[in-house]
């Protein structure tokens, strides 16, 4: 028997015995209403009716954004900073996510647009300036107009998720304004030689000797648009910083064991991406799972749950392995930050550190833990905007609400939206001369050009280390 012939003989015998339910449930369509759990929908009333404002120095057109601040103008008698563009991306994300059940999503996530196309950035015009201030006459860009990468990267999904659910035939093209946000994302934001996301659009001009030219956020690591932005621009190079951001991710989780990821992490002198020193940008926790990276959890995991890769589940594993035995299995004990190695550098709990660990929980399959952090979640009661609105996404997505446009999904070769059994069903039956596949490319698992039986195997794996 020729290797081919034993080979195929192997993997179709595994797919007779094989079987497995499909994938997440916010892979394939736009959320319904019946999904979101009543705990959600009051925790996204109290969110709205707390963040998301009117901008009334707007006289010509209607704008929404999401308040970050401590104080509004009128209360603090001075100029205070009132949003982000982290902020506002999340709160586009949101809308769009809920947009099946508040009838006002629509006008606020259009409102929510055209503010953010009235602060670009100076650099990359397609992008979001990071932070505006209320003057009381005006809100203006504070602190430089330059960008934040995390911020146009939700900005660019959630324009995405639009055109999924409302097209883009309206007032807003949302698919085209996609489409430019993700090519300047591409242009100023990643730093093409490392292939690594850039700290903003600030460093887009840095020599090489500057320390932040090779330097990267560890919460930028939103490893699930990459896949997406590649194939909505036909833009292989997403990939490639797709498979050079998991070599990062993997180099931590594999040195440390723990999977926190630190906020900032730069190149060494042999070419390692390391945690970078104290005050490195904002603080002596920089090279620390701090105040940005408390968010990875979420961000990494999300690429399991929706892509099926790999590399997330190892990283889900480690970080829920690691909270549970860091906290004695009770996520009030969770520590606001921790040294990669796991040292607790905090003595509070913070309620931003602990929701993401409900996504890295569900990716990894972890029902008791994933209950009893969701628990606390719905229980932590009043926070700030941070935890609240990092809080609002992880209970969107817990609940299967999550809207993955109309792109590529890793093994879905028949096309559906999922990758589960009936692809590799599919796959057999064109291998042996009968039917038809509809995106060969998501096929292609030895990503060299083609398929064949040795992709069918590979396939096979995957499929087996999904849950079932």
Known sequence: MSDFKRIFALCTAALCVFSLQPT??????????????????????????????????????????????????????????????????????????????????????DGMYRYYKAYPSSIGKNLMAWQQSDNGSALVCSEGSDSATDGDMDIAYALLMADKIWGSDGEINYLESAIAVINDIMTYEVNQEDWILRLGDWTYQASKSDPYYSATRGSDFIVQYMPIFAQVTDDDRWLKLYDNTYSIINNIVDEY??????????????????????????????????????????????????????????????????????????????????????????????????????????????????????????????????GETITMLCLIIDDGCWIVPDSFVMGDVNGDGYFNISDAVALQNWLLGNGEIA??????????????????????????????
């Open 24 to 109: 997440a449930a916010f892979q394939a369509n736009a959320a319904e209403v019946s999904q979101l759990s009543d705990e959600t929908t009051a925790y996204y009333e109290l969110w709205k009716s707390k963040y998301v404002v009117q901008n009334h120095h707007s006289k010509n057109e209607t704008q929404y954004y999401v308040f970050y601040g401590e104080e509004t103008f009128e209360q603090a008698g001075h100029t205070v900073p009132v949003t982000v563009s982290e902020a506002h991306g999340y709160g586009m994300l949101i809308m769009a996510a809920m947009a099946e059940y508040d009838s006002e999503a629509k006008a606020i996530f």
């Open 257 to 386: 064991k723990t999977g926190l990821m630190p906020d900032f992490l730069i190149k060494d002198s042999t070419g390692k991406f390391i945690p970078a020193p104290p005050n490195f940008l904002e603080s002596e926790n920089d090279d620390n799972c701090y105040y940005n990276s408390c968010r990875a959890p979420w961000r990494i995991s999300m690429d399991y749950l929706v892509n099926g890769n790999t590399d997330a589940l190892e990283f889900s594993k480690a970080i829920t392995a690691f909270s549970k035995q860091t906290s004695n299995n009770d996520p009030w004990n969770i520590m606001a930050g921790y040294t990669p190695d796991g040292k607790a550098i905090s003595d509070w709990n913070d309620l931003c550190f602990v929701s993401p660990l409900m996504i890295s929980a569900s990716a990894a399959n972890d029902t008791d833990w994933h209950d009893s952090v969701r628990e606390v979640c719905l229980n932590y009661g009043n926070d700030v905007y941070f």
């Open 439 to 468: 995106d060969w490319k998501a096929g292609d698992f030895c990503q060299d050009e083609r398929i064949d039986v040795y992709d069918f195997c590979l396939m096979m794996q995957e499929l087996q280390t999904l849950p079932q």
